[in-house]
């Protein structure tokens, strides 16, 4: 396995998924961190760098010097890939310039601030022929790919309805006001986008959905609320949903919802079997049906690798040992890496090394938004996608 050089923008001291990107790329052994802009403050950046013990000549002061730097290395010694951890606004332009540069991107989702940037980078990625990820991490545990692989075997009959929830509590009061880094942009439009919880988490929750279902939805009936005071974007959302095929559900996202941590969790209901899963709880999926007890399926048993060979491929440890967060991250790094090898090699990767979100699940991410927000500000009216 050819090790990547990984380079990486965001992720400075106190920030949230930087860290957890770098914890799990590594994860696998064959991915390292080489080089970064990690903060927006150039200060922080070098200090962060060095926290990281980097090479100093390594550790830049801004994305655009070290994209650059890194152009200007030998081809064997530049990074293979960049992953955009920073705030919604900066995605695009970030992204961008490292596809224009010729470098793979591993991007935060959501992808960019609106449709039409969106659409900008699909085109930009097909172009370049580099290989884009979006850190849509809910779909990369084992048991979501069980899950999409016993809709797509027939297991449930056809989809007739989904249930998606996606509840947090953290944003229950006004916790930018108190100027924390995380609060805050996530509630400016400008650093956030056209929508708050929506944007944030409601677009993890619809992923997941398409994901498993294979089923796009198709329109939206909306209705966004901001409870707390003083806030600028919605803090809750509850959303009708159409999707291909007839099937019908409904998404409920929220980050004031007193209490409740990351407690997304999808029901899936067919004409003969139906499926839930919770990500707080991410190693068991259960199977229901009307003329049987209901099954549980666990991760780490050959059952699950015989009949989804992605869930296989994405586990690493016996069952009762419990994987969840940044294992799902690390799968998605895994499978992403090896279709850049795949590239590098001149082999045509294979559908499970392609099983990761890309540019098209940004793009629905940002349409989604789009129409979410505008049904809801239309006096919650059907709107299609
Ligand atoms: P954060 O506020 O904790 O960290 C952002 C970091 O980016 C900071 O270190 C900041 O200095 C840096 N930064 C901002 N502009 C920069 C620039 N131009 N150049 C270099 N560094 C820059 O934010 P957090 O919570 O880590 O979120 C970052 C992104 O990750 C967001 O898009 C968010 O939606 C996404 N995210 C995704 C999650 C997932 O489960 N996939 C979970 C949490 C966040």
């Given amino acids: 396995m050819r090790i990547l050089k990984m380079g990486q923008v965001g992720g400075g001291i106190g920030a949230f998924i930087g860290e957890v990107h770098r914890k799990a790329s590594r994860m696998d052994g064959g991915i390292v961190l080489v080089a970064g802009a ?37 081809k064997e010694e530049r990074v293979d890939f960049i992953s955009v951890c920073t705030p919604n606004h900066t995605h695009f332009p ?20 609106t449709v039409e940037e969106a659409e900008e ?12 990820g979006l850190m849509h991490n809910y779909t990369a545990y084992p048991m979501v790919k069980l899950a999409k692989d016993m809709v797509k075997q027939g297991d449930l009959g056809k989809i007739r309805k989904v249930v998606v929830q996606y509840p947090q509590g953290w944003l229950y009061q006004l916790l930018e006001k108190s100027g924390q880094m995380q609060a805050s942009w996530r509630t400016n ?36 609320t901001t409870f707390v005071k003083g806030r600028l974007l919605d803090d809750d959302g509850n959303v009708l949903l159409h999707f291909e095929k007839g099937a019908k559900g409904l998404l ?7 209490g409740e941590e990351n407690n997304i969790a999808i029901w899936i209901y067919g004409e003969e079997k139906g499926l839930v899963w919770h990500q707080e709880n991410p190693n068991y999926l259960h199977v229901l049906s009307q003329t049987a007890p209901e099954q549980v399926w666990k991760r780490g048993n050959g059952y699950v690798a015989e009949k989804s060979k992605a ?54 991410g940002m349409k989604f938004i789009n129409a979410v927000v505008s049904s809801s500000k239309k006096g919650n009216v059907w709107t299609k996608i």
């Fill in 311 to 364: 869930a296989g491929r994405c586990t690493r440890i016996p069952s009762g040992h419990p994987e969840a967060f940044l294992e799902a991250f690390a799968n998605n790094y895994a499978n992403f890496a090896d279709t850049i090898r795949a590239k590098s090699d001149k082999r045509k990767a294979t559908a499970e090394e392609l099983d990761f979100p890309g540019v098209e699940a940004g793009v629905r």
């Fill in 38 to 74: 990690f903060d927006v403050v150039p200060e922080k950046s070098l200090q962060q760098g060095k926290i990281l013990g980097l090479d100093p000549k390594r550790v830049y002061s801004t994305y655009t010097e070290m994209i650059a730097a890194e152009l200007a290395l030998p």
């Fill in 121 to 132: 980078l699909a085109v930009l990625v097909k172009a370049s022929g580099k290989v884009f």
């Fill in 252 to 258: 409920h996202a929220s980050q004031i919802s007193v």
């Fill in 189 to 224: 439009p400008k650093t956030s986008g056209a929508a708050g919880c929506i944007g944030d988490i409601g677009t993890h929750a619809a992923n997941l959905a398409e994901y498993i279902t294979g089923l796009k939805i198709t329109e939206v009936l909306a209705d966004l």
């Fill in 94 to 113: 970030i992204a961008k310039a490292c596809l224009e540069a010729g470098f793979n991107v591993m991007c935060e989702k959501p992808m960019t601030l």
